[in-house]
């Protein structure tokens, strides 16, 4: 008979902290990036990269057994969503999707915000919502008994993908200090870069801004730079910054938040990153977009070793599944 290879086993050990330990984020709503320092980001990301082997060699475990998710979306999602879902599976837990047909929950009898919460806490431990008004995860949290964490609030914040951005840029990388990032695309209203843009406050980068004019990063956070001493330059040209970036993090036009649909028509193939951009680029970095994308990368680039977006995708379920183990205490 021949021998079977048995898999690698995973040291589950490794995962479990000592006695006593607590986390910073025990218990803790996740509402902004404000609320991560590098300490804490150093903590996430550890926990990240165990979540990341312990799918690799076993696939999963029981670190979250007998705990529930309510995973409650008001605006559409693919990755945020599935990958919350995947996250808590991973980790033997059990979800409350309330995501693609919110439409079929009693939001369409008008029940409120404050209600739908208050109602899913009574069955779950941790609830993760999206919503398309700033502030209003914050707003609702405070009524929650449980942590809530925010995976979207309108043109606000969007905490965890900036999470699995800065995660995976140090990945590809291999550090953040030093780095030069562009941000294109809607940078006006587009929530991942906001909370990015802060995340990166932390670190010793430079900074380029490519956008048309209307779609800025708005003014407070252009301040909140300059008044941090970061190097920051705008431009409405990918040209201008392609030769010396080392992460291009694209974005998509978000036309759900305009409301001069004329205006949404004059900026919306505003670029597209081919190949042909790409042969300026250096041969070390990176091209990320938090996805979906509708034209601004061309598919052709997604064999270009440096495209990393779906790569991404998938430390967005590592770093998942490190905060809700955090925000549950178990790591
Ligand atoms: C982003 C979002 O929802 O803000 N998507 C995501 O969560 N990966 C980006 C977008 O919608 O453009």
Known sequence: ??????????????MSRKPGFQNG????????VDQFDRDGLAYIFTRTDEMSEMVETVGACDLLHGYTLACVFYEPSTRT???????MERLGGNVI?????????????????VDTIITLEQYSDVIVLRHPEIGSVAKTAKYSGVPVINAGDGAGEHPTQALLDLYTIRKELGSLNGLRVAMVGDLRNGRTVHSLTKLLMNYDISLRLVSPDV???????????IDKGIDVRETDRVEDVIKDVDVLYVTRIQKERFTDMAQYEEVKNYFEITPEVMANAKDKMVVMHPLPRVGEIHYTVDKDPRA???RQVKNGMYVRMALL????GQA
């Open 308 to 310: 990393a977006y779906f």
């Open 1 to 14: 008979m021949n021998s079977i290879d048995l898999p690698k086993l995973f040291d589950l050990t490794k």
């Open 97 to 113: 999707p309330i995501t693609q047909g919110i439409q079929y929950s009693s939001v369409s009898k008008g029940e409120s915000l």
């Open 325 to 328: 183990a955090a925000v549950l």
């Open 81 to 87: 969503s599935a990958s919350f879902i995947a996250a």
């Open 25 to 32: 984020f025990f218990k803790k709503d996740i509402l902004s």
């Open 215 to 225: 779609l800025r990063l708005p003014l407070g956070m252009m301040n909140e730079l």
